[in-house]
């Protein structure tokens, strides 16, 4: 879902009219998905370092149980 709304801008309009005056934070391990992304898809240093800005500009919280529920409750309403 971050990476619809906040990377690539496409769609998801409806999810991003939700987060207006909120604050995205993505899951450690949701960062570490995203650094793979260039790695695993050959992307170029430019479109590399785009990712790295909208990541290092997201604060990163750890994964707790909490998290998790927030988690399943998004995937639950995008469904």
Known sequence: MFSRVLVRRNGAQDL???LV???PVIAT???AELLAWPR???WGAARTEQLK???ESTAVIPVTGEVVDA???LGVAWV
């Open 16 to 18: 991003r009219d939700q």
């Open 21 to 23: 005056g909120k604050v």
């Open 29 to 31: 391990q949701t960062c």
């Open 40 to 42: 695993l898809r050959g």
């Open 53 to 55: 800005k909208v990541i």
């Open 71 to 73: 988690y399943v409750g």
